[in-house]
C-alpha cells in the first residue's frame, strides 16, 4: 500500500456507498449521486522546547515509528475541545514526567505524519518553556524510548525525527 494522503483513501461514498466518488482539489470528496461532501484539513499538533537555564534542550528518542530511534521533543495532536497550549503541558507530563507551568507560543511549519500508509497533514505548533532543572524526568514506558538533554546545535540534522522540527529548530538557532 502506498503513503497517500487521507482524501486518496476513500473509494466509495460513505454515505450511499457509490463509486463514483470525486476528490476535488484534493481537499475534498464529493458525491455526485447524494451530494455526501467530506471536507480533509490538516490536523493540529503541539510541541514544547523545554531548555533549562544553560542552554539543554529536553529531547525525546521515539520508540516507535515514524521517526523510530529519532529525536523529538515532548508533544502530541490535540484532543477534541483542547488548546494547543494544554496539549504542551498534558504531553510533556506523560512523556517525560516533567511539569511545566509556562509556555510560549515560538513557530509553526506543516508537516507530514504517515501513520499505516496514510499520510497525515499536520500543522505543527512550537512553544518555548523554560524550568529551573530536569529533576525528576522519567521516560514514559513504551512510547519513549529513552530522555536526552542535548545541546541543538551539536545534533546532526538527519537525528531530528521530523522536518518541521528541523525547521524549528534552525530558526530558533538562527534568532539567538
Ligand atoms: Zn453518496
Sequence with gaps: MSKKPVPEHFQFCPRCGSEKLLLREGKCVECPDCDFTLYFNPTCSAGALIFDRTGKLLVVERAKDPSKGKYGIPGGFTDFGERLEEVVVRETKEETNLDIHSVRFFASFPN??????????VTDSYFLAQVDSFDGIEAEAGEVAGLHLVIPQEVPAEQWAFDSLREVIAKYMAEL
Design 112 to 121: 507530514t505524519y504517515t501513520y499505516r500508509d496514510v499520510a497525515y497533514a
